[in-house]
Nanobody
């Protein structure tokens, strides 16, 4: 069983930067692909970024490409989301999630692909 805890959210002005962290506990983190999703008020949860278990492949939503970077440190059992050039439309609750399949070849942008979820951290970007 994998447990995930996000941190690093808060308030930031438009154009600013923020780094989210997701700390995992459990035995299989180093073999799990990881994803970041977000949910704005009144909207469905949407994909943001994902990374393979090795860190060798990453994918991004078009809305964040070039501004956000996902990375991981398997030794620290942590995945990160570096967010730059933030916009008000980036506001929402950010969740990290883990794909339970060991050593999956490709990261997924599908919400249903992920089996374990954190409780989320709020990011608010003011204009």
């Amino acid at each position: 069983q994998l447990q995930l805890v996000e941190s690093g959210g808060g308030w930031v002005q438009a154009g600013g930067s923020q780094r989210l962290s997701c700390a995992a506990s459990g035995l299989t983190f180093s073999t799990n692909n990881m994803g970041w999703f977000r949910q704005a008020p009144g909207k469905e949860r949407e994909f943001v970024a994902a990374i393979t278990w090795s860190g060798g492949r990453t994918i991004y939503a078009d809305s964040v490409k070039g501004r956000f970077t996902v990375s991981r440190d398997n030794g620290k059992m942590t995945v990160y989301l570096q967010m730059n050039s933030l916009k008000p439309e980036d506001t929402g609750i950010y969740y990290c999630a883990a794909d339970r399949r060991p050593r999956a070849i490709a990261p997924s942008n599908e919400l249903a692909r992920y089996d374990y979820w954190g409780q989320g951290t709020q990011v608010t970007v003011s204009s």
